[in-house]
């Protein structure tokens, strides 16, 4: 029994040491290090007074004051538009500059001189009142000496001319809220006018005068419209407002003056639709787009843009627009190569609203206030 005893207790001593020594042998094995995990930073959490992303509200941006920046179109100064208007004026093919310049170059006015200087003016648009008037007033100053004397001719044409014409209008731009309103300027006239291109340069010059201004594009059935005035914004640094094609212009104008309100800017301009001045729609659309706007802010001035080449028929639409939105003021576009010039005085005459602004052409400098002289001084070539 004591062997057995003995043997048993050899046996489980080497078990142990077995057991001992094998664990003795893993230990000392190098296993490889485990990869390190990339440190995740902790997402920021926003301070307690910061909204969270989903209640963020983006900031209207404010528009800058004063002349845009630097790079954008600045047109060239009043002065320099208005003598480059005239001199193009007076090398066109005017009817009624032609009809000036008849007068003064015969040796004698005879009863046939008159006649044919009479037809001359009704055929370039100046109408039958007005002609009348001209030639009567000339005929009484110029009974004596006639045209013997060119110069004193000359003067005494210009002086009846520049009353025709009317510079006791006032011609000023209203382009200045009242309080804390904006000016708000809606522009209308038919399709094909300049109508959209005149807004565009008209933005150009009141930003070159140190003013903010808001484009709103509620010509909202001529997709292109609204892309030629976002251009035109685009170029002179000022936003445009604009819808979906065929939205409510209504909205669209409304849109713009609250978005002119809420960015503090100084004018508002409103691109209208321009279809056929003959459909009732068209005229009804215009009118709610004026009282629409007026729930904002007051309507400070409506320009007309008649192309001047059309004659009477833009005197029928003159006509037409002015029962509507009650117009302030004529834009008078293409005033050069086949237009007839007379147009300036009838239309003042049939609406009883001065020409406060002129184009001559299609270039971004071809727009300029309207002044009495210089248009005269255009037609007579001086």
């Known amino acids: 029994m004591t062997l057995w005893w003995i043997l048993g207790g050899v046996l489980a001593a080497l078990l142990v040491g077995g057991v001992v020594a094998g664990v003795l042998v893993s230990r000392g094995k190098q296993l490889p290090p485990a990869p390190e995990k990339p440190v995740i930073p902790a997402k920021a959490q926003p301070a307690e007074d910061e909204p969270a992303e989903a209640e963020l509200v983006e900031e209207r941006p404010r528009l800058p004051e004063g002349p845009g920046p630097i790079g954008l179109d600045s047109p060239e100064p009043a002065p320099n538009r208005l003598a480059r208007l005239r001199r193009r004026l007076a090398s066109s093919q005017n009817a009624l500059a032609r009809g000036l310049a008849d007068l003064l170059s015969v040796d004698r006015v005879d009863d046939s001189t008159w006649d044919d200087f009479e037809t001359t003016l009704i055929s370039s648009d100046l109408g039958v009142g007005p002609t009348t008037e001209l030639v009567s007033a000339l005929r009484r100053r110029l009974a004596i000496d006639g045209v013997a004397n060119p110069a004193k001719a000359k003067a005494v044409l210009r002086e009846e001319m520049i009353a025709l014409v009317d510079p006791t209008l006032d011609r000023t731009l209203h382009v200045t809220g009242e309080g804390d309103n904006p000016g708000v300027v809606m522009v209308v006239g038919v399709n094909g006018t300049g109508k959209t291109t005149t807004v565009g340069k008209l933005a150009r010059v009141l930003v070159a005068e140190g ?130 010039g007379g147009i300036v005085v009838q239309v003042q005459r049939e609406l009883g609203v001065p020409v406060k602004l002129i184009g001559l052409g299609e270039g971004v400098d071809d727009l300029a206030p309207f002044d009495a002289e210089q248009f005269v001084d255009g037609l007579l070539g001086e």
């Open 211 to 340: 003013r903010t201004v808001l484009l709103g594009a509620a010509d909202t059935f001529r997709a292109a419209a609204a892309d030629q005035l976002q251009t035109w914004g685009e170029r002179v640094g000022v936003q445009t407002v604009r819808g979906a094609e065929a939205a409510d212009p209504a909205s669209v104008a409304y849109t713009a003056v609250k978005d002119g309100i809420d960015a503090e800017v100084g004018t508002v301009i409103i691109d209208t639709a321009g279809r056929l001045h003959t459909k009732t729609g068209l005229m009804d659309e215009l009118g709610k787009v004026k009282r629409v706007i007026e729930k904002l802010a007051p309507v400070t001035e409506v320009l007309l843009v008649l192309d001047a080449t059309t004659g009477q028929n833009g005197l029928v639409q003159a006509r037409i627009f002015a029962e509507v939105v009650d117009v302030t003021g004529i834009v008078l576009t293409k005033l050069d190569g086949s237009a007839k």
